[in-house]
């Protein structure tokens, strides 16, 4: 029983082994894929991430401090120029102007008396019976007086302008998005002014704030067009088109990225400050031009996969297709223009309907035909060819 299993598994082994060596000998199959040259339309992209922004938003603050004592605008609230939204509370500032119109009256008075005072003393001096020194001194608390009423002039305007500053008004029409602040909360402007609302101008012309790459910020100009969509709305794709690129660039984690603005129209006021928009700015596009694969430009009979009534027709050209003719394979010189790595567009030398070569099959596996190209050195070859060589 032993010998008999063992006798099978030799006859397997030597079956399979004439199999492979029998079937290494069968001519493999060479042919070559045509495509038409065919008019269509080529476009490059950069594509991005962004923030959806008004376009004209203004925060809104006071320049004095105290207690908020009403709010009369909340979020979403609709404003026009001038609407009071707010006011502080005005103890204070009303008692700092009653102080200072105070003491403009009486610094008023004085300058009264010092100005009857040096006329008196003028007359005195012009008769000869006070001295120079007198009459001087008379002088200058007159003048004295003269500053101390303008001081006070300016601090009574001061005093004025800090309680207007205590009613907050909306400095454009448009919509509060942010409010920062509650009644009863106490703000303080000493250093930095304090932010109460933040108030968008117009949500029906938005604008995205798109980061991109130094490697792509090249090919970014004003005026191309741009498609984006927003998580919130994924089945929705919105149009807009570059406004400015923006010089300053941005570093972070050793990435560089620039600043692009693209307009966003927002009749239907479905974009909202603040979504993040995955943005795509087609740099380049023309539309209903002659094109080729690319990989026809890049396409070279290799010698070696020719049978022996094929034959070769070169041209001299920086860009060329190629044809086969009966048994020739022809070069054309093509002139070209943009391409998008998949297509190219031809601007001379080609026609729409023409057939080109894009590439050899063999045995029904691509192979990248070229004399330069990346062949296989282990690929088999036509066995016509080997014929042919061995009887050289």
């Known amino acids: 029983m032993k010998k008999k299993i063992i006798g099978l598994v030799v006859v397997a082994i030597v079956a399979i082994t004439l199999f492979l060596t029998l079937g290494g000998d069968k001519e493999p199959e060479v042919s070559y894929v045509t495509v038409p ?14 923030t959806i922004e008004a376009v004209t938003s203004v925060t809104v603050g006071t320049q004095v401090s105290g207690i908020v004592s009403h709010l009369y605008v909340d979020y979403n609230s609709i404003v026009k120029k001038g609407q009071v939204i707010a006011e502080l509370d005005k103890t204070n500032l009303m008692s700092e102007l009653a102080s200072a119109r105070a003491n403009l009256s009486s610094q008023q008075s004085n300058l009264a008396y010092q100005k009857a005072n040096f006329n008196r003393q003028r007359q005195l001096y012009d008769k000869g019976l006070i001295s120079a020194d007198d009459f001087e001194k008379a002088r200058l608390s007159y003048q004295q007086a003269e500053q101390q009423v303008l001081t006070s002039t300016q601090n009574v305007k001061k005093a004025e302008t800090n309680l207007g ?3 907050i008004t909306a400095p454009i029409d448009g919509i509060v998005i942010s409010k920062s602040v509650e009644e009863g909360q106490t703000v303080a402007a000493s250093f930095n002014t304090p932010e109460l609302f933040k108030i968008a101008q117009d949500l029906t012309n938005m604008r995205v704030i798109a980061n991109i790459d130094e490697a792509d910020i090249g090919e970014v100009k004003e005026g191309e067009r741009v498609t984006f969509t927003v998580d919130a709305f994924p089945d929705d794709t919105f149009s807009g088109t570059v406004t400015q690129v923006r010089l300053e660039a941005t570093t972070e984690s050793n990435v560089v990225t620039y600043e692009v603005v693209i307009s966003a129209p927002n009749s239907d006021l479905k974009l909202k400050p603040g979504l993040t928009a995955n943005v795509t700015i087609f740099t380049k ?14 396409f070279t009979p290799n010698e070696k996969m020719l049978t022996e009534d094929q034959t070769i027709k070169d ?11 009966e048994n020739t394979f022809r070069a054309i010189p093509v002139q070209v223009g943009i391409t998008n790595g998949m297509l190219t567009e031809i601007t001379g030398g080609l026609k729409p309907g023409q057939k080109i070569i894009t590439e050899f099959k063999m045995s029904g596996e691509e192979v990248v035909g070229g004399q330069n190209g990346n062949n296989n050195p282990f690929m088999p070859r036509p066995r016509n060819r080997q014929q042919q060589q061995q009887k050289k």
């Open 315 to 325: 041209c001299k050209g920086e860009h060329k297709v190629w044809v086969l003719e």
């Open 37 to 50: 040259v065919e008019v269509g339309d080529i476009r490059t992209s950069v594509t991005a991430t962004g």
């Open 165 to 167: 500053y205590a009613t």
């Open 285 to 298: 596009e023309k539309n209903n031009i002659v094109t080729v694969p690319t990989k026809a430009l890049k």
